[in-house]
């Protein structure tokens, strides 16, 4: 069916998704154009951390229209930042210009994590935003149309959203090496991989829960003058395909070696960019400390990484997870805030609710 014969009757639903956030292992730092990545970067999808979205949409009396409310109440910031997305989406769905959408969100993971991720709540909206697309005009039938285009729809509200979107793994950033990739979506990888990584665990330590001093968006604005920044995508172009090597054969000794270069390099950024600045916290380097001397007198090959923030992911195969969780417990949790941590694990991706 075209838009234009679109009855207004078909232009009323209901649409719902919850999906999940990513821990990037190598990491998207620097974009150009209109979100387009500087390198190609590799996540695992997470599960508990994740945001619900709704949308029930209408004919608007005039162009787009939309309220918004974030677990049951106005939230102005998210608001307005949902309208700039929305109105740019409009170019990507026309249809959309026709609609008033009443938009509910929420988020799994409590308030006072600090967690703010954008990841969940991108992909979320553009899962929902392609659900009511096909709705309308029966253009998205074929899985893979429908995650690519979610995907890219994803990466121009945050860059990291694109690769939520799919089970397990994704990468997102053209690569000579990976078929299929693109710098406009994420591709999935968790077909590539070795099956201990589709069942890894993520213990995500909130260290400082309160918000960043720089935000990711303006790091990224700091890669384009950075004295460094051609070398540093040259790693992380290099480590890209060595972690998906590693991936591909569960080299867990490589894989826990690249993952932590990356968390630094990601940070090392950070402190000689102009302004430099520093996002790690006293007890962030306290737990590294804790986790190298663990792997180091347990041979369990526990791993961290780092987002841009305090907060350190500690990621382990599910099957140490007993004496990990006592670790955790015993030695980790008196370094967070308030004694907080997310138990988190690889998933499935993104899931369309009833
Ligand atoms: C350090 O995706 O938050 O988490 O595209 O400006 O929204 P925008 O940036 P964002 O950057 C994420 C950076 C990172 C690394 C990563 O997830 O790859």
Redesign the pocket.
Known sequence: MTEAAASDQSLEGRVAWASPS?I?LI???G?HGV?LPRNP?V?LTLSQCATTTEIIYKPSAGDLSFDFEFEGRPHPAFEARVGTYLSAMTAEIPMLDRLHLSIRSSNSFPHSSGIAS??SAFSALALCLCSIDHAINHNLSEDQTYRRKASRLARL?????ARSIYAHAALWGKSGTIEGSSDDYAVAVGQDIDKVFTTYRDAILIVDQGAKSTS??A??QLMNEHPYANERYNQARLHMSQIMEAMRTGDLKRFVELVEIEAMQ?HAMMMCSRPYYLLLSPNSIKIINLIREFRKSTQIPVCFTI??GPNIHLLYPADDQAPVQVFIKDVLVPYCQAGMWIDDFVGLGPQQQE
């Open positions: 990513n990037a990491k998207y730092w974009k979100q970067s996540s954008s990841a509200g945050s860059g990291s959203a990711s968006s790091g990224h990601l987002d841009a």
